[in-house]
């Protein structure tokens, strides 16, 4: 009986796809991640035209190499000292207590402003996790607490609950009973709202959630 060779061709062919794939995982994140970041800077840098040169078209093209992006950074800083400053702090106040008074612009400024302290500073929001079930009882989803009483609008013992949607900034406000929600006090607020818009994919952090207020 012949020996017959060993064809090792489909082996080898499938180790150089698999080699591929393992590349592309390690490469593809940090490819996208410095683009992003390329992407932002030079989208900042171009509210600063600070340098400019003429494009082969007879048109203008904004070459300031993250010059405008790092005056913004430290401009902000400095409008935060200043803001928690006691005596400009004042002058910023009333500059935000007339931007909420103003006819016509009340409704935008308020609206961004509550948005943005939602995320960050003293009245953060979306910092009490919770698994919430509204169609079924054993089938939750998981959202943050951002009322803790929904009286207001007719609703005893109800509290509003903000659900974030997978791979998406979007998401919807919930009037859900009490005895509905579960709080998630172990879980990390980022690390939650990681979770749900990574679609379960991102995996909370080991450590354990630091003692709410």
């Known amino acids: 009986m012949d020996n017959q060779p060993i064809r090792t061709d489909g082996w080898r062919w499938k180790k150089v796809f698999q080699y591929f794939l393992q590349g592309l995982l390690v490469t593809a994140p940090v490819v996208i991640t410095g683009y992003l970041v390329y992407w932002f800077v030079s989208s900042v840098d171009n509210l600063l035209p600070i340098f400019q040169e003429e494009t082969p078209e007879g048109g203008l093209s904004t070459r300031n190499y993250g010059l405008g992006f790092i005056i913004i950074i430290v401009a902000l800083i400095v409008i935060g000292y200043l803001s928690s400053n006691f005596i400009t702090s004042r002058l910023f106040s009333f500059f935000d207590q007339f931007l909420e ?29 919770v698994a919430v079930s509204l169609h079924q009882p054993d089938v939750f989803q998981i959202g943050f607490v951002t009322d803790e009483d929904a009286s207001e609008f007719g609703f005893t013992d109800y509290i509003t609950v903000y659900i974030p949607f997978s791979y998406s900034f979007a998401g919807q406000t919930y009037l859900v009973p009490r ?31 630091p003692p709410r207020e």
């Open 101 to 129: 008074k103003a006819p016509g612009i009340k409704f935008i400024y308020s609206s961004i402003k509550d948005f943005f302290e939602a995320f960050a500073g003293n009245k953060r929001k979306f910092n009490k996790p």
């Open 179 to 209: 005895s509905r929600v579960r709080p998630l006090d172990h879980i990390k607020p980022a690390d939650a709202m990681k979770y749900v818009v990574s679609g379960g994919i991102a995996e909370p952090d080991q450590e354990p959630a």
